[in-house]
């Protein structure tokens, strides 16, 4: 079965085509403004004439995966989208108004126009929506706010998950016990980390939205609540005016004042010694000491996300450090990198739902 | 010499007087109730020899509780006050030691006051009533925010832009740190270490408010509070560590009102807003609740609260590398053996075992409740702010003006 990976983002549209287990799509890209119905219609359109010149003949049979960035705690695992799904779906949309609203347009034309073929829907929360509740929630009063459900979600869970489990895998060959504690660092423009217990999260960085836990190549990362009031009180800024400094002006640009990669910050000899990768490097520690104290020890740290690669240098020095701690030195700590794209995990998902369904 | 330590609440304040170097208490007290009327009337609790008086007065300031403090300790002459050493809770970037008080310094506070808006301003008003009316007797300020002066910038930093950091001062401050630094500078000598060498992370667990402190060579290097006290820890009634976007969504659904979003985060978050009946933890891991609903709301409370202890113990243990001691201060640090339990246990990583026995039995301080093979010392030592107050005026006298510390008594 080839699988045609849907990633909606605010305004792009990007896709990738599987038509086999190879870590590289055989066609891939992105359609700028997809957004309204018709535009919606003419890039699904697109994207599925491209698709058709990168299947072979002799396997025409085609899926759609489409990642969804929030399922609340209702969507727990990828589900097969009909008509029902759609509804309970639509009861999510005022947790997530910025996204889920494109989404289930997607998802209305995707079944009116693709009929015949199954659409899996891959929910990025739905790692994180078992999170124990001492984790998941805030210490607010939710009774006396109406803002609806409150609580931590995560943000990279598919990153997570493929590589916990790939983490497991590797140790199962190496013959390691079975209950590994593992750090999950995935490395993105908007970093996390989770801790993981097997293939149950009990820790991670990121809140309600990615704003929380670590800086971002433009996200503020953990902020004291004071600073909000001041930005309001002093500065006479309104929400929105807050909300874009926060996601759009912070993070790495904020700390350097210039755009910038996490790889750039973390290899470039140009910003050794640099107060941002002080900071950046400050966090993951905490991040990783707190995860520790969650799962109460550590065996294994995986790296993952668009920069996995960074795990090579930020592996060896992260476990050096966390050695240090006396009782931690008989420790035997493994490390590696997971170089799937979120692209390739959400077709994996999709796969393995499909091979669930009964044969037709 | 006699030093009255006084340390400003928003509506009361709390005194102490003290014969330093000898660090012998010889009256303290706390004036309750101070400002508008309230259900009770305004009183003045004092300890003398062991007795207890309380003296009931309309106390509309506390330039007004202050007179009547320094009435009530004039009715005996040992009880004269040589010196006074205020508490400040916030220093902002422009004190990072305790400071001998002067005009120049009353600006400086007064420019400040918008830092910590419930505690600065009726400190700094006391301060300057002090200082006109008792112009002879030597002032000193003591910043909660100093011992956090050491935090490296790494640390302190927040990821926002330049501009805001420079123009408005947003970095983390860190609070409680007279407190941290009293029981780092007991946990030096209990354990027999120069303080210079000690790597420790202590827990101020008040029954308020509530911080972790790292330490490395005796020096703060990261607080969870941050900016204001309103980061880090599950508090009585502060909501500590929040995601960005719901402080903004809450700030929507209040039409942009901060006095109304600070209210709710300062004064109904925390343990008070999870359990719903009470903001003491005690209460709370205490309560016989009466139906599942309450119950399940109870344990989620207790969880959500030590959970984050425990997150940040890690954290910081991870920062300080090789840490010599864990210390437990303040009401709930010092008196609930489930918490140090709780937030120790399963920490061997980090080489710490909490012997179970030793934590649930102990009753005098300092207590070491760690196990013998445990790599790491868990120690349980009562805070004492008012002293840290006095050792610092006492010190910073010495260093500014030794003539008026080495006299004894009576210098009014």
């Not at chain 1, 800024?237 to 973390?266: F, N, Y």
């Not at chain 2, 599950?234 to 901060?258: E, F, H, Q, Y």
């Not at chain 2, 260093?399 to 008026?404: G, I, V």
């Amino acid at each position: 079965m080839n699988i045609m990976v849907l990633n909606p983002g605010a305004r792009l549209l990007d896709f990738a085509l599987y038509a086999g287990n190879g870590r590289l799509p055989s066609r891939s890209g992105r359609i700028a403004n997809y957004r309204g119905a018709e535009m919606c219609r003419a890039a699904l359109k697109n994207v599925a004439k491209l698709c058709r010149s990168g299947i072979s003949v002799k396997t025409r049979s085609l899926a759609w995966a489409v990642r969804i960035p929030f399922g609340g705690e209702m969507f727990a695992r990828p589900v097969l989208l009909n008509k029902k799904i759609i509804r309970s779906l639509e009861t999510l949309v005022p947790l997530a108004p910025l996204h889920l609203p494109a989404i289930m347009e997607l998802l209305t034309i995707l079944q009116e126009e693709y009929a015949a073929q199954p659409v899996i829907m891959v929910f990025e929360t739905a790692f994180f929506a078992a999170l124990p509740q001492r984790e998941a929630s805030y210490a607010l009063n939710v009774e006396l706010m109406d803002v609806g459900a409150l609580r931590r979600f995560g943000y990279h869970g598919l990153f997570h998950e493929a590589a916990c489990a790939h983490a497991c895998r590797l140790r199962k060959v190496r013959h390691v016990p079975a209950l590994p504690r593992i750090l999950s660092l995935c490395l993105d423009p908007q970093p996390e980390v989770a801790a993981v217990l097997r293939d149950h999260p009990v820790m991670v960085t990121s809140g309600l939205t990615p704003l929380e836990g670590l800086p971002g190549q433009t996200t503020c990362g953990e902020l004291d609540p004071g600073i909000i009031m001041t930005l309001s009180d002093k500065m006479k800024w309104g929400p929105e005016r807050i909300d874009a400094v926060l996601t759009r002006e912070s993070g790495l640009l904020g700390l350097t004042g210039k755009r910038m990669t996490l790889d750039t910050l973390l290899t470039s000899g140009r910003y050794k010694g640099s107060l941002a990768r002080e900071v950046m490097n400050y966090r993951l520690l905490l991040a990783c000491g707190a995860g520790i104290a969650a799962m109460g020890g550590l065996n294994h740290i995986v790296f993952s996300g668009r920069y996995a690669e960074l795990g090579k240098t930020l592996g060896p020095s992260l476990i050096s450090r966390l050695l240090m701690q006396r009782q931690a030195r008989s420790v035997e700590i493994q490390w590696n990198c997971f170089h799937n794209s979120l692209e390739r995990i959400i077709a994996d998902h999709a796969s393995t739902v499909l091979m669930a369904l009964p044969i037709q | 010499m006699n030093i009255l330590v006084l340390n400003c609440g928003s509506s009361s304040l709390k005194y102490r007087l003290i014969a330093m170097p000898e660090e012998v208490e010889l009256a303290a007290g706390e004036a309750q109730r101070i400002g508008p009327k309230t259900a009770e009337p305004s009183r003045i609790v004092h300890r003398q020899d062991t007795r207890e008086s309380i003296h009931t007065v309309p106390m509309a300031s506390h330039a007004v509780a202050f007179e009547q403090i320094m009435a009530l300790l004039a009715k005996h002459t040992v009880l004269t006050p040589d010196a006074i050493g205020h508490r400040v809770v916030h220093g902002g970037a422009s004190f990072s030691q305790p400071t001998v008080i002067n005009r120049e310094v009353i600006g400086n506070l007064m420019a400040i006051q918008g830092l910590a808006p419930l505690h600065n301003p009726p400190a700094t008003a006391l301060i300057k009533d002090c200082q006109s009316r008792y112009s002879k007797l030597p002032q000193v300020a003591m910043f909660d925010t100093a011992f956090h002066s050491t935090i490296p910038d790494y640390a302190r930093t927040y990821a926002l832009p330049k501009s805001l950091r420079d123009d408005m001062g947003i970095r983390k401050y860190g609070f409680h740190g007279t407190s941290h630094q009293y029981v780092i500078e007991e946990a030096a000598r209990w354990l027999g270490r120069p303080l210079d060498h000690l790597n420790a992370v202590s827990c101020h667990l008040g029954s308020g408010g509530a911080s972790l402190c790292a330490v490395v060579n005796g020096q703060s290097v990261d607080n969870t509070m941050g900016y204001s006290p309103l980061q880090g820890l599950v508090m009585s009634t502060r909501c500590g560590d929040l995601d960005p976007a719901v402080t903004l969504k809450l700030l929507i659904n209040a039409a942009g009102s901060t006095a109304a979003v600070e209210a709710l985060l300062n004064k109904s978050s925390g343990v008070l807003g999870l359990s719903g009946m009470s903001g003491d933890i005690r209460d709370v891991l205490s309560a016989v609740p009466k139906t599942t609903k309450q119950s399940r709301r109870m344990n989620r409370t207790a969880q959500v609260y030590l959970w984050r202890i425990r997150k940040y113990l890690g954290a910081y243990l991870a920062v300080v590398s090789r840490a010599d001691a864990i210390i437990f201060t303040d009401t709930i640090g010092e008196s609930v053996p489930l918490v140090r339990w709780s937030v120790c246990v399963d920490m061997e990583f980090f080489g710490l075992k909490i012997d179970e026995k030793r934590n649930a039995t102990a009753m005098s301080m300092p207590a070491d409740v760690a196990a013998d093979s445990s790599n790491v010392r868990i120690l349980v030592i009562q805070t004492n702010e008012e002293l840290a107050i006095a050792r610092g005026t006492y010190r910073t006298l010495r260093q500014h003006a030794p003539s008026l510390s080495d006299s004894c008594g009576g210098g009014m």
